[in-house]
Protein backbone atom coordinates (compact mmCIF):
# COMPACT_ATOMS: atom_id res chain seq x y z
CA UNK A 1 0.00 0.00 0.00
CA UNK A 2 2.39 2.41 0.84
CA UNK A 3 4.55 1.48 -2.18
CA UNK A 4 1.78 2.29 -4.61
CA UNK A 5 1.08 5.54 -2.52
CA UNK A 6 4.46 6.51 -3.61
CA UNK A 7 4.46 5.50 -6.92
CA UNK A 8 0.61 8.14 -7.22
CA UNK A 9 2.32 10.57 -5.65
CA UNK A 10 5.40 10.71 -7.73
CA UNK A 11 2.69 10.25 -11.02
CA UNK A 12 1.02 13.30 -9.44
CA UNK A 13 3.96 15.39 -9.40
CA UNK A 14 5.31 14.28 -12.89
CA UNK A 15 2.14 15.19 -13.84
CA UNK A 16 2.13 18.83 -12.18
CA UNK A 17 5.59 19.18 -13.80
CA UNK A 18 4.19 18.07 -17.06
CA UNK A 19 1.44 20.30 -16.44
CA UNK A 20 3.28 23.77 -15.71
CA UNK A 21 5.79 23.00 -18.70
CA UNK A 22 2.92 23.03 -20.36
CA UNK A 23 1.66 25.81 -19.25
CA UNK A 24 4.96 27.61 -19.51
CA UNK A 25 5.34 26.58 -23.24
CA UNK A 26 1.60 28.08 -24.13
CA UNK A 27 2.62 31.03 -22.83
CA UNK A 28 5.70 31.04 -24.70
CA UNK A 29 3.69 29.82 -28.15
CA UNK A 30 0.49 32.95 -27.28
CA UNK A 31 3.72 35.55 -26.91
CA UNK A 32 5.23 34.12 -30.24
CA UNK A 33 1.83 34.62 -31.58
CA UNK A 34 1.60 38.17 -30.32
CA UNK A 35 5.14 39.24 -31.54
CA UNK A 36 4.64 37.43 -34.97
CA UNK A 37 1.45 39.47 -35.52
CA UNK A 38 2.08 42.78 -34.05
CA UNK A 39 5.64 42.14 -36.75
CA UNK A 40 3.35 41.43 -39.26
CA UNK A 41 0.99 43.97 -38.80
CA UNK A 42 3.48 46.22 -38.84
CA UNK A 43 4.66 45.45 -41.60
CA UNK A 44 0.83 46.20 -43.14
CA UNK A 45 0.95 49.63 -41.76
CA UNK A 46 3.98 50.65 -43.45
CA UNK A 47 2.67 49.24 -46.75
CA UNK A 48 -0.93 48.98 -47.19
CA UNK A 49 -2.86 51.91 -47.19
CA UNK A 50 -5.43 53.41 -49.78
CA UNK A 51 -7.73 56.31 -50.26
CA UNK A 52 -11.35 56.23 -49.13
CA UNK A 53 -13.91 58.77 -49.64
CA UNK A 54 -15.82 60.41 -46.52
CA UNK A 55 -19.60 60.35 -46.79
CA UNK A 56 -21.95 62.29 -45.11
CA UNK A 57 -23.58 60.99 -42.08
CA UNK A 58 -26.93 58.91 -42.72
CA UNK A 59 -29.79 61.34 -42.10
CA UNK A 60 -32.19 60.07 -39.36
CA UNK A 61 -35.34 62.70 -41.04
CA UNK A 62 -36.41 63.17 -37.51
CA UNK A 63 -36.90 66.87 -36.86
CA UNK A 64 -39.91 66.45 -35.23
CA UNK A 65 -43.15 68.72 -35.87
CA UNK A 66 -42.51 72.54 -36.25
CA UNK A 67 -45.75 73.32 -35.19
CA UNK A 68 -48.06 71.49 -32.92
CA UNK A 69 -51.84 71.05 -33.60
CA UNK A 70 -54.60 72.48 -31.18
CA UNK A 71 -56.47 69.23 -30.45
CA UNK A 72 -60.16 69.60 -31.10
CA UNK A 73 -61.31 67.69 -27.58
CA UNK A 74 -64.98 68.63 -28.56
CA UNK A 75 -65.58 65.66 -30.73
CA UNK A 76 -65.20 61.61 -29.59
CA UNK A 77 -61.69 60.29 -31.07
CA UNK A 78 -62.98 57.62 -34.15
CA UNK A 79 -62.11 54.01 -33.67
CA UNK A 80 -59.34 53.29 -36.18
CA UNK A 81 -56.63 50.44 -36.08
CA UNK A 82 -53.54 50.34 -38.49
CA UNK A 83 -51.45 47.39 -38.79
CA UNK A 84 -47.94 47.92 -38.45
CA UNK A 85 -44.03 46.79 -38.96
CA UNK A 86 -40.84 46.91 -37.17
CA UNK A 87 -38.96 50.08 -38.57
CA UNK A 88 -36.91 48.36 -41.56
CA UNK A 89 -33.98 51.27 -41.12
CA UNK A 90 -33.28 51.23 -37.38
CA UNK A 91 -31.15 48.17 -37.52
CA UNK A 92 -30.24 46.71 -34.10
CA UNK A 93 -28.29 43.60 -33.49
CA UNK A 94 -28.54 41.74 -30.73
CA UNK A 95 -26.16 42.73 -27.91
CA UNK A 96 -23.70 40.42 -26.54
CA UNK A 97 -24.18 39.72 -22.67
CA UNK A 98 -22.80 42.23 -20.13
CA UNK A 99 -20.24 40.48 -17.40
CA UNK A 100 -22.29 41.30 -15.03
CA UNK A 101 -25.94 41.28 -14.73
CA UNK A 102 -27.43 45.01 -15.29
CA UNK A 103 -28.78 46.93 -12.39
CA UNK A 104 -32.80 46.84 -11.89
CA UNK A 105 -34.78 49.78 -10.63
CA UNK A 106 -35.47 49.59 -7.07
CA UNK A 107 -39.03 48.85 -5.59
CA UNK A 108 -40.75 52.46 -5.75
CA UNK A 109 -40.52 52.93 -2.15
CA UNK A 110 -41.71 56.72 -0.56
CA UNK A 111 -39.77 56.15 2.59
CA UNK A 112 -36.51 55.06 0.83
CA UNK A 113 -33.76 57.93 0.58
CA UNK A 114 -31.68 57.97 -2.85
CA UNK A 115 -27.80 56.71 -1.90
CA UNK A 116 -25.52 59.08 -3.14
CA UNK A 117 -23.20 56.35 -3.64
CA UNK A 118 -23.98 52.71 -5.87
CA UNK A 119 -20.83 51.71 -6.25
CA UNK A 120 -17.41 53.95 -5.61
CA UNK A 121 -15.13 54.08 -8.99
CA UNK A 122 -11.49 52.21 -8.09
CA UNK A 123 -9.51 55.25 -8.57
CA UNK A 124 -6.28 53.96 -6.81
CA UNK A 125 -3.62 51.82 -8.05
CA UNK A 126 -3.62 48.16 -6.07
CA UNK A 127 0.42 48.52 -5.72
CA UNK A 128 2.89 50.82 -5.84
CA UNK A 129 4.14 50.82 -10.04
CA UNK A 130 7.60 49.07 -10.99
CA UNK A 131 10.26 51.30 -11.13
CA UNK A 132 10.25 51.60 -15.26
CA UNK A 133 6.49 52.64 -14.76
CA UNK A 134 5.06 56.35 -14.08
CA UNK A 135 1.46 57.62 -12.50
CA UNK A 136 -0.72 59.94 -13.88
CA UNK A 137 -3.87 61.07 -12.20
CA UNK A 138 -6.67 61.88 -14.42
CA UNK A 139 -10.15 63.11 -14.37
CA UNK A 140 -12.83 61.57 -16.49
CA UNK A 141 -16.49 63.25 -16.11
CA UNK A 142 -15.82 64.56 -12.41
CA UNK A 143 -14.03 60.89 -11.64
CA UNK A 144 -10.46 60.40 -10.87
CA UNK A 145 -8.42 57.74 -12.45
CA UNK A 146 -5.07 56.86 -12.01
CA UNK A 147 -3.12 55.07 -14.94
CA UNK A 148 0.15 53.55 -14.99
CA UNK A 149 2.57 53.66 -18.25
CA UNK A 150 6.17 53.05 -19.05
CA UNK A 151 8.54 56.12 -18.82
CA UNK A 152 9.47 55.48 -22.55
CA UNK A 153 6.29 55.71 -23.87
CA UNK A 154 6.99 59.02 -25.66
CA UNK A 155 6.17 59.65 -29.16
CA UNK A 156 6.05 63.23 -30.59
CA UNK A 157 3.72 63.34 -33.64
CA UNK A 158 3.96 66.84 -35.40
CA UNK A 159 4.10 67.83 -39.16
CA UNK A 160 2.07 66.23 -41.53
CA UNK A 161 0.53 62.78 -41.09
CA UNK A 162 2.07 60.03 -42.90
CA UNK A 163 1.82 56.25 -42.95
CA UNK A 164 5.28 56.01 -41.92
CA UNK A 165 4.37 57.81 -38.58
CA UNK A 166 1.54 56.04 -37.75
CA UNK A 167 3.61 52.96 -38.20
CA UNK A 168 6.55 54.54 -36.25
CA UNK A 169 3.99 55.32 -33.26
CA UNK A 170 2.68 51.41 -33.19
CA UNK A 171 5.99 50.09 -33.28
CA UNK A 172 6.50 52.27 -30.07
CA UNK A 173 3.98 51.38 -28.19
CA UNK A 174 4.73 47.78 -28.96
CA UNK A 175 8.07 48.04 -27.53
CA UNK A 176 6.92 49.73 -24.24
CA UNK A 177 5.15 48.06 -21.24
CA UNK A 178 2.07 48.56 -22.40
CA UNK A 179 0.06 45.40 -20.97
CA UNK A 180 0.33 47.21 -17.78
CA UNK A 181 -1.58 50.21 -18.81
CA UNK A 182 -3.91 48.55 -20.79
CA UNK A 183 -4.68 46.09 -17.74
CA UNK A 184 -5.44 49.54 -15.98
CA UNK A 185 -7.47 51.01 -18.20
CA UNK A 186 -9.78 47.20 -18.60
CA UNK A 187 -10.07 47.47 -14.36
CA UNK A 188 -11.09 51.25 -14.74
CA UNK A 189 -13.57 50.17 -17.43
CA UNK A 190 -15.09 47.46 -15.10
CA UNK A 191 -14.94 50.18 -11.76
CA UNK A 192 -17.00 52.69 -13.85
CA UNK A 193 -19.21 49.98 -15.71
CA UNK A 194 -18.73 52.15 -19.31
CA UNK A 195 -19.97 50.64 -22.48
CA UNK A 196 -18.07 50.63 -25.48
CA UNK A 197 -18.43 53.97 -26.78
CA UNK A 198 -17.44 55.32 -22.78
CA UNK A 199 -14.36 53.03 -22.43
CA UNK A 200 -13.11 54.73 -25.90
CA UNK A 201 -13.40 58.05 -24.13
CA UNK A 202 -11.35 56.65 -21.17
CA UNK A 203 -8.73 55.83 -23.71
CA UNK A 204 -8.65 59.23 -25.54
CA UNK A 205 -8.40 61.09 -22.18
CA UNK A 206 -5.65 58.54 -21.21
CA UNK A 207 -4.16 59.57 -24.45
CA UNK A 208 -4.09 63.46 -24.09
CA UNK A 209 -2.18 63.34 -20.74
CA UNK A 210 0.06 61.32 -21.94
CA UNK A 211 0.60 62.70 -25.33
CA UNK A 212 -1.49 66.48 -25.19
CA UNK A 213 -2.02 65.72 -28.82
CA UNK A 214 -5.47 65.29 -30.05
CA UNK A 215 -4.15 63.15 -33.25
CA UNK A 216 -1.59 61.10 -30.92
CA UNK A 217 -4.61 60.39 -28.45
CA UNK A 218 -6.43 59.22 -31.70
CA UNK A 219 -3.41 56.67 -32.29
CA UNK A 220 -3.19 55.91 -28.61
CA UNK A 221 -7.32 54.59 -28.63
CA UNK A 222 -6.80 53.01 -31.50
CA UNK A 223 -4.00 51.06 -30.64
CA UNK A 224 -5.46 50.18 -27.24
CA UNK A 225 -8.94 49.30 -28.33
CA UNK A 226 -7.10 47.04 -31.31
CA UNK A 227 -5.44 45.17 -28.26
CA UNK A 228 -8.65 44.84 -26.82
CA UNK A 229 -10.13 42.79 -29.06
CA UNK A 230 -12.26 46.15 -31.24
CA UNK A 231 -12.62 46.04 -35.14
CA UNK A 232 -11.23 49.51 -35.38
CA UNK A 233 -9.16 51.50 -38.06
CA UNK A 234 -7.38 54.90 -38.36
CA UNK A 235 -7.63 56.79 -41.35
CA UNK A 236 -6.07 60.23 -41.49
CA UNK A 237 -5.20 62.78 -44.44
CA UNK A 238 -3.09 65.91 -43.74
CA UNK A 239 -4.11 67.07 -40.67
CA UNK A 240 -6.17 64.69 -38.82
CA UNK A 241 -6.63 61.28 -37.66
CA UNK A 242 -9.71 59.50 -37.47
CA UNK A 243 -11.03 56.87 -35.70
CA UNK A 244 -12.77 54.13 -37.99
CA UNK A 245 -15.16 52.14 -36.15
CA UNK A 246 -18.42 49.34 -37.18
CA UNK A 247 -21.09 49.66 -34.72
CA UNK A 248 -23.74 47.16 -34.07
CA UNK A 249 -26.49 50.04 -34.34
CA UNK A 250 -26.74 53.14 -36.64
CA UNK A 251 -25.14 56.18 -36.11
CA UNK A 252 -26.88 59.30 -37.67
CA UNK A 253 -25.12 62.19 -38.38
CA UNK A 254 -21.80 60.83 -38.23
CA UNK A 255 -19.12 61.00 -41.13
CA UNK A 256 -18.18 57.28 -42.31
CA UNK A 257 -16.44 55.26 -44.78
CA UNK A 258 -17.90 52.25 -46.80
CA UNK A 259 -15.42 49.20 -46.90
CA UNK A 260 -16.60 45.30 -47.44
CA UNK A 261 -19.98 46.45 -47.43
CA UNK A 262 -19.62 47.82 -44.07
CA UNK A 263 -19.90 51.53 -42.63
CA UNK A 264 -16.79 52.17 -40.91
CA UNK A 265 -17.96 55.54 -38.79
CA UNK A 266 -15.17 58.31 -38.04
CA UNK A 267 -15.57 58.86 -33.94
CA UNK A 268 -15.36 62.20 -32.15
CA UNK A 269 -13.82 62.10 -29.15
CA UNK A 270 -12.32 65.44 -28.66
CA UNK A 271 -15.73 67.00 -29.09
CA UNK A 272 -14.48 69.32 -32.03
CA UNK A 273 -16.64 69.70 -35.65
CA UNK A 274 -15.32 67.04 -38.12
CA UNK A 275 -13.03 68.61 -40.85
CA UNK A 276 -14.72 69.09 -44.00
CA UNK A 277 -12.50 66.10 -45.73
CA UNK A 278 -14.10 64.59 -48.68
CA UNK A 279 -11.33 61.72 -48.35
CA UNK A 280 -8.40 60.11 -46.35
CA UNK A 281 -6.20 57.17 -46.23
CA UNK A 282 -6.76 53.87 -44.21
CA UNK A 283 -6.45 50.59 -44.55
CA UNK A 284 -8.28 47.33 -45.06
CA UNK A 285 -7.87 44.43 -43.31
CA UNK A 286 -7.77 44.32 -39.34
CA UNK A 287 -5.45 43.27 -36.68
CA UNK A 288 -5.41 39.04 -36.14
CA UNK A 289 -7.55 38.50 -33.49
CA UNK A 290 -9.95 41.75 -33.10
CA UNK A 291 -13.55 40.37 -33.46
CA UNK A 292 -15.43 42.43 -31.12
CA UNK A 293 -17.65 45.35 -32.52
CA UNK A 294 -18.58 48.53 -31.37
CA UNK A 295 -22.50 48.92 -29.51
CA UNK A 296 -23.63 51.89 -28.34
CA UNK A 297 -26.77 50.48 -25.86
CA UNK A 298 -26.78 51.79 -22.67
CA UNK A 299 -27.82 48.72 -20.55
CA UNK A 300 -25.98 50.23 -17.41
CA UNK A 301 -24.87 53.38 -16.28
CA UNK A 302 -21.54 54.79 -15.58
CA UNK A 303 -20.80 54.34 -12.21
CA UNK A 304 -18.84 58.38 -11.61
CA UNK A 305 -18.28 61.11 -8.93
CA UNK A 306 -21.89 62.29 -8.75
CA UNK A 307 -23.17 65.67 -9.05
CA UNK A 308 -26.79 65.67 -7.74
CA UNK A 309 -29.12 68.45 -9.06
CA UNK A 310 -32.30 69.03 -8.41
CA UNK A 311 -35.13 70.09 -10.70
CA UNK A 312 -38.89 70.69 -11.43
CA UNK A 313 -41.27 69.06 -13.35
CA UNK A 314 -44.57 71.35 -13.38
CA UNK A 315 -48.25 69.40 -13.47
CA UNK A 316 -51.33 70.54 -13.39
CA UNK A 317 -54.22 68.48 -11.39
CA UNK A 318 -57.73 69.34 -10.34
CA UNK A 319 -57.45 72.63 -12.15
CA UNK A 320 -54.46 73.61 -9.45
CA UNK A 321 -50.53 73.88 -10.53
CA UNK A 322 -48.10 72.02 -8.91
CA UNK A 323 -44.41 70.44 -9.40
CA UNK A 324 -42.21 67.05 -8.97
CA UNK A 325 -38.98 67.72 -7.83
CA UNK A 326 -37.05 65.52 -8.88
CA UNK A 327 -32.90 64.65 -8.79
CA UNK A 328 -30.70 64.14 -11.16
CA UNK A 329 -26.71 63.23 -11.71
CA UNK A 330 -25.50 65.90 -13.72
CA UNK A 331 -21.94 64.05 -14.51
CA UNK A 332 -24.52 61.50 -16.10
CA UNK A 333 -25.72 64.54 -18.10
CA UNK A 334 -22.13 65.81 -19.18
CA UNK A 335 -21.24 61.63 -20.11
CA UNK A 336 -24.07 61.76 -22.55
CA UNK A 337 -23.88 65.43 -23.62
CA UNK A 338 -21.47 64.45 -26.90
CA UNK A 339 -23.14 60.95 -27.27
CA UNK A 340 -23.10 59.83 -30.81
CA UNK A 341 -26.57 59.42 -32.42
CA UNK A 342 -27.96 56.05 -32.41
CA UNK A 343 -30.55 54.00 -32.94
CA UNK A 344 -33.40 55.02 -31.40
CA UNK A 345 -33.98 51.52 -29.30
CA UNK A 346 -31.09 51.94 -27.75
CA UNK A 347 -32.81 55.49 -26.07
CA UNK A 348 -36.07 53.88 -25.80
CA UNK A 349 -34.59 50.94 -23.60
CA UNK A 350 -31.66 52.47 -21.63
CA UNK A 351 -31.16 52.01 -18.30
CA UNK A 352 -31.98 55.27 -15.47
CA UNK A 353 -30.33 55.98 -12.56
CA UNK A 354 -32.03 54.77 -9.27
CA UNK A 355 -31.86 58.33 -7.81
CA UNK A 356 -34.13 59.32 -10.69
CA UNK A 357 -36.40 56.52 -10.50
CA UNK A 358 -36.50 57.01 -5.82
CA UNK A 359 -36.79 60.95 -6.45
CA UNK A 360 -39.63 61.10 -9.15
CA UNK A 361 -41.37 57.57 -9.47
CA UNK A 362 -42.11 57.53 -5.76
CA UNK A 363 -43.87 60.94 -6.19
CA UNK A 364 -45.66 60.03 -9.18
CA UNK A 365 -46.80 56.48 -7.72
CA UNK A 366 -48.37 58.76 -4.90
CA UNK A 367 -50.22 61.12 -7.14
CA UNK A 368 -51.55 58.05 -8.88
CA UNK A 369 -52.67 56.08 -6.03
CA UNK A 370 -56.32 54.99 -6.54
CA UNK A 371 -56.40 55.53 -10.27
CA UNK A 372 -57.34 53.08 -12.81
CA UNK A 373 -55.21 52.36 -15.81
CA UNK A 374 -56.74 54.29 -17.88
CA UNK A 375 -56.96 57.22 -15.18
CA UNK A 376 -53.62 57.17 -14.89
CA UNK A 377 -52.39 56.89 -18.77
CA UNK A 378 -54.17 59.78 -19.24
CA UNK A 379 -52.27 61.87 -16.05
CA UNK A 380 -48.93 61.07 -17.05
CA UNK A 381 -49.86 61.37 -21.14
CA UNK A 382 -51.00 65.13 -19.86
CA UNK A 383 -47.74 65.37 -17.26
CA UNK A 384 -45.29 64.30 -20.23
CA UNK A 385 -47.16 67.17 -22.55
CA UNK A 386 -46.80 69.91 -20.76
CA UNK A 387 -43.74 69.90 -17.96
CA UNK A 388 -41.65 70.71 -20.62
CA UNK A 389 -41.26 73.44 -23.69
CA UNK A 390 -41.54 71.88 -26.97
CA UNK A 391 -38.74 72.55 -29.20
CA UNK A 392 -36.77 70.87 -31.67
CA UNK A 393 -33.29 69.62 -31.18
CA UNK A 394 -32.28 71.90 -34.32
CA UNK A 395 -33.56 74.96 -32.23
CA UNK A 396 -31.96 73.65 -28.90
CA UNK A 397 -28.72 72.30 -29.95
CA UNK A 398 -27.94 72.72 -33.65
CA UNK A 399 -28.28 69.46 -34.07
CA UNK A 400 -30.68 66.18 -33.45
CA UNK A 401 -29.82 64.66 -30.34
CA UNK A 402 -32.06 62.71 -28.28
CA UNK A 403 -32.25 62.60 -24.70
CA UNK A 404 -31.50 60.25 -22.32
CA UNK A 405 -33.68 60.18 -19.04
CA UNK A 406 -31.46 62.39 -17.06
CA UNK A 407 -30.75 64.81 -19.83
CA UNK A 408 -34.75 64.76 -20.23
CA UNK A 409 -34.75 66.74 -16.44
CA UNK A 410 -31.82 68.79 -16.85
CA UNK A 411 -33.01 70.79 -19.97
CA UNK A 412 -35.64 72.79 -20.49
CA UNK A 413 -36.85 71.78 -23.91
CA UNK A 414 -37.93 68.55 -25.77
CA UNK A 415 -39.01 67.28 -28.68
CA UNK A 416 -41.04 64.44 -29.96
CA UNK A 417 -38.71 61.77 -29.21
CA UNK A 418 -37.72 63.23 -25.92
CA UNK A 419 -41.05 62.82 -24.63
CA UNK A 420 -42.06 59.68 -26.24
CA UNK A 421 -38.73 58.07 -24.73
CA UNK A 422 -39.71 59.06 -21.49
CA UNK A 423 -43.38 58.52 -21.23
CA UNK A 424 -42.63 55.04 -22.20
CA UNK A 425 -40.17 54.91 -19.37
CA UNK A 426 -42.96 56.23 -16.81
CA UNK A 427 -45.48 54.09 -18.39
CA UNK A 428 -43.16 50.80 -18.17
CA UNK A 429 -41.96 51.64 -14.47
CA UNK A 430 -45.31 52.80 -12.89
CA UNK A 431 -48.01 51.01 -14.67
CA UNK A 432 -45.96 48.16 -15.93
CA UNK A 433 -47.97 48.32 -19.16
CA UNK A 434 -46.51 47.06 -22.53
CA UNK A 435 -44.87 50.01 -24.50
CA UNK A 436 -43.57 50.58 -28.16
CA UNK A 437 -42.59 53.45 -30.13
CA UNK A 438 -44.28 54.74 -33.38
CA UNK A 439 -42.02 56.03 -35.78
CA UNK A 440 -43.84 58.22 -38.68
CA UNK A 441 -41.64 60.17 -40.97
CA UNK A 442 -40.79 62.90 -39.29
CA UNK A 443 -42.22 62.19 -36.26
CA UNK A 444 -41.75 59.91 -32.92
CA UNK A 445 -44.97 58.61 -30.43
CA UNK A 446 -45.92 55.32 -28.76
CA UNK A 447 -48.32 53.36 -28.11
CA UNK A 448 -49.64 51.45 -24.72
CA UNK A 449 -51.23 47.53 -24.87
CA UNK A 450 -54.18 47.99 -22.42
CA UNK A 451 -55.24 44.76 -22.79
CA UNK A 452 -58.96 44.22 -22.14
CA UNK A 453 -59.67 48.03 -21.71
CA UNK A 454 -61.61 49.11 -25.28
CA UNK A 455 -61.82 53.18 -25.18
CA UNK A 456 -62.10 54.99 -28.66
CA UNK A 457 -59.36 56.17 -30.55
CA UNK A 458 -56.33 54.81 -32.85
CA UNK A 459 -55.14 51.36 -32.62
CA UNK A 460 -51.92 50.24 -33.59
CA UNK A 461 -51.96 46.43 -34.18
CA UNK A 462 -48.38 44.59 -33.90
CA UNK A 463 -47.74 41.07 -32.83
CA UNK A 464 -51.26 40.32 -32.66
CA UNK A 465 -51.81 43.01 -29.72
CA UNK A 466 -53.36 46.00 -29.87
CA UNK A 467 -51.91 49.43 -28.70
CA UNK A 468 -53.59 52.12 -28.32
CA UNK A 469 -51.68 55.24 -29.68
CA UNK A 470 -50.96 57.88 -26.79
CA UNK A 471 -48.95 61.05 -28.03
CA UNK A 472 -46.68 63.14 -25.58
CA UNK A 473 -46.19 66.00 -28.29
CA UNK A 474 -50.09 66.11 -29.49
CA UNK A 475 -49.94 68.82 -26.66
CA UNK A 476 -54.15 68.81 -24.55
CA UNK A 477 -54.77 65.98 -26.88
CA UNK A 478 -56.09 62.79 -24.79
CA UNK A 479 -54.81 59.10 -25.08
CA UNK A 480 -56.15 57.40 -28.20
CA UNK A 481 -56.01 60.88 -30.12
CA UNK A 482 -53.88 60.73 -33.27
CA UNK A 483 -52.22 64.13 -34.69
CA UNK A 484 -54.21 65.31 -38.64
CA UNK A 485 -51.15 64.68 -40.62
CA UNK A 486 -51.08 61.03 -39.00
CA UNK A 487 -54.28 59.89 -39.47
CA UNK A 488 -54.12 56.21 -41.46
CA UNK A 489 -51.09 56.70 -41.98
CA UNK A 490 -48.85 53.34 -40.92
CA UNK A 491 -46.23 54.35 -38.39
CA UNK A 492 -42.64 52.13 -38.11
CA UNK A 493 -42.57 50.04 -34.69
CA UNK A 494 -39.81 50.81 -32.27
CA UNK A 495 -39.18 47.83 -29.87
CA UNK A 496 -37.12 48.01 -27.10
Not at 404 to 413: A, D, I, P, V
Request: aromatic fraction near 12%; glycine fraction near 4%; include cysteine.
Amino acid sequence: MIVLLFIITANVLFAQDDYEKWIKKEQESFQKFKDENDQQFLKFLEKNWQPAAIKEGISASKPGPKTIPVPDNTKPAATVIIKAEPKKDIPVKEVPPLKEPVNELPPVNPEKKPADDITKPDAKPASTPPANLLEKNILFFNTPVTVQYDKKLEFNLSGELSSEKIALFWKTVCESEYPVLLSRLNITRDSLRINDWGFAKLCFAAGLSLFSNPNTAYLFTWFILTKDGYRIKVGFDKNRVFLLVPAQQALYGTLYIAQKGEKYYCLNLDNEPQLAASALSTYNDDYPGSDKTFSFAVTRLPVLNKKIEQGKLPYSQNGKDSAVTVEYDASLVKYFENYPYTALPVYFGAAASPRVAVSMLDRLKELLAGKSDVESLCFLLDFVQHTKEYKTDDEQFGRQKPLFYEEFLFYRYADCKDRSIFFSYLVRNLLHLDVIGLDYPDHIATAVNLSSTKIQGTYITYNNKQYLLCDPTFIGASIGMCMPNYQNVQPGIITF
